[in-house]
């Protein structure tokens, strides 16, 4: 092929379609490269994320919470709806066409902006080189001056449950369940395997959880990890921890699984579906030629500057495949930062105020350094909580579970992080977001006027609370 592109994109997921999109804005000619084919054998943009992760596992969340609602909650509104039934196969089928409308989408917005598309695989060559191969094996390189390595990442497997074609399966065949499994086992209380177990524990399964940490949730504060536990163990999620999984055995339509408990004792039991969601580890197999210069770690991460450059200058990696937690919004956020920077603006990413979510019902988000952390590094800091029980908006949505918590700098009130668990979470989080990245203090949000009623009140009030000024709940006496 003659054409020679000024950036040419490996990867068409929420890193690499937005990266490919930025640049062509930029004037930069850009080409993007994925390999997906969908369950039809179509070439799909979107990655992971749009094709089997955030959006369609958002989609049953939304459904089954809706149905939950309608079986459980809506008396006390006053409503009847009489017998509540739910057809799997058309919650399914509704998750597919939002998949199929979002990933047609971002063909449309290559087609609008100019960004010329590959279907195939993309790998590194020397000399910033690409070598493409399409999907019936024709191989062609494409000339460039940069690359932008955007490849996402895969689940993790584990030899004592490996996959099977619908019994053990990942997050990808959690999603295509078409009836609803009475007993589900999920490996991993991590993001994935709470989400997912979320929706099948709404619409009637018997969900165990095996955890193989002794604690719950220790990525996010820990005051947000006990609520969460006391609230999904009302809702039936049956979390077990210290549980390391030694083996599974298929026998007919059901799966044993074999595990050690907390004391070490070997435990058994049997499952008609099997999710393991262990976590995810970077795709970069087979991405590089040996003499491309690019450099990887021993987990098959690519060492990249705080820019997102790697070792070969004109080539960047963003997203999955890089340090730094894997969010969708992490990868976007960087895919614009390196278009920026490959067009010859001034671009740089903080990457201490970027948003976590988990999509359970309640939502759990937060922002910055959480408590234990701060105590880890010896930081003075102060905090305020809110309930959503206290919250006249969240009583009259029938809502209440959960908090806000704020923390500041003890000396300069600065706000360090903030965490929330409860209905809206995910949306609430954006505010800290905004007010951290300006470097607010727990005064300017308390100072700040919010609408009445609303949810977000519960903000304000947390910012209020770390000087003891909530006006809504009785504020701690003062030692």
């Known amino acids: 092929m003659s054409d020679k592109f000024d950036v040419v994109v490996i990867g068409g997921g929420p ?71 739910m057809d799997v196969d058309a919650m399914v089928n509704r998750k597919d066409k939002i998949v199929d409308q979002l990933t047609g989408g971002i063909s449309g917005l290559f087609k609008a902006n100019g960004v010329t598309s590959f279907e195939g695989f993309g790998k590194v060559l020397a000399n910033k080189k690409v070598e493409f191969t399409a999907h019936d094996g ?166 990249v500057d705080e820019q997102c450059r790697t070792s070969v200058p004109g080539v960047f990696a963003i997203g999955d495949i890089v340090r730094g937690p894997m969010l969708a919004h992490k990868a976007s956020e960087e895919g614009v930062m390196v278009a920026d920077i490959i067009a010859g603006h001034k671009a740089q990413m903080n990457y201490d105020c970027i948003p976590s979510v988990i999509y359970t019902h309640p939502e759990l988000a937060w922002v910055g350094k959480n408590e234990q952390e ?11 909580k809110f309930p959503f029980a206290a919250s006249g908006r969240a009583m009259a949505a029938n809502d209440t579970d959960g908090f806000v918590k704020m923390i500041a700098c003890e000396e300069t009130d600065r706000i360090l992080g903030c965490h929330i668990i409860g209905g809206h979470a995910a949306d609430l989080i954006a505010q800290a977001v905004i007010a951290m990245e300006f470097g607010s203090t727990a005064e300017d949000i308390a100072l700040t006027v919010f609408a009445h009623p609303t949810v977000s009140e519960a903000v304000h009030e947390a910012a209020l609370a770390v000087d003891n000024h909530a006006i809504h709940i009785a504020n701690r006496k003062k030692r």
């Open 374 to 384: 701060l105590k880890a590094e010896g930081v003075k800091f102060k905090v305020g």
């Open 138 to 303: 024709t191989v062609t390189v494409l000339e460039t001056e940069n690359v932008i390595l955007a490849t996402g990442s895969i689940p993790v497997n584990i030899p004592p449950a490996p996959r099977t074609e619908d019994i053990i399966v990942d997050n990808v065949g959690a999603l295509e369940f078409r009836q609803v499994p009475k007993r589900l086992g999920v490996i991993g209380a991590g993001v994935i395997g709470l989400e997912l177990g979320s929706v099948w524990a709404r619409l009637g399964s018997e969900v165990v959880v095996l955890e193989a940490q002794d604690s719950f949730l220790s990525v996010c504060d820990q005051d947000l990890a006990k609520e969460a536990a006391k609230i999904f163990k009302k809702q039936h999620l049956d979390i077990r921890l210290g549980a390391r999984v030694t083996g599974s055995q298929i026998n007919g339509e059901e799966v044993e699984v074999t595990y050690l408990d907390a004391k070490g004792e070997e435990q058994k039991q049997t499952f008609d579906k099997l999710i393991v969601a262990v976590g995810r580890k970077p795709f970069t197999e087979g991405c590089f030629s040996d003499d491309s210069g690019v450099k990887l770690d021993e987990r098959g991460f690519v060492f």
């Open 15 to 85: 890193g690499g379609y937005v990266a490919a999109i930025r640049a062509a804005q930029l004037g930069l000619k850009t080409a993007c490269i994925e390999k997906w084919l969908d369950k039809d054998n179509k070439s799909r943009l979107g990655g992971t994320c749009l094709n089997v992760g955030c959006i369609p596992s958002k989609a049953l969340l939304d459904s089954s919470q809706k149905f939950h609602d309608a079986k459980e909650s809506y008396g006390i509104h006053g409503i009847s709806v009489g017998e509540v039934a």
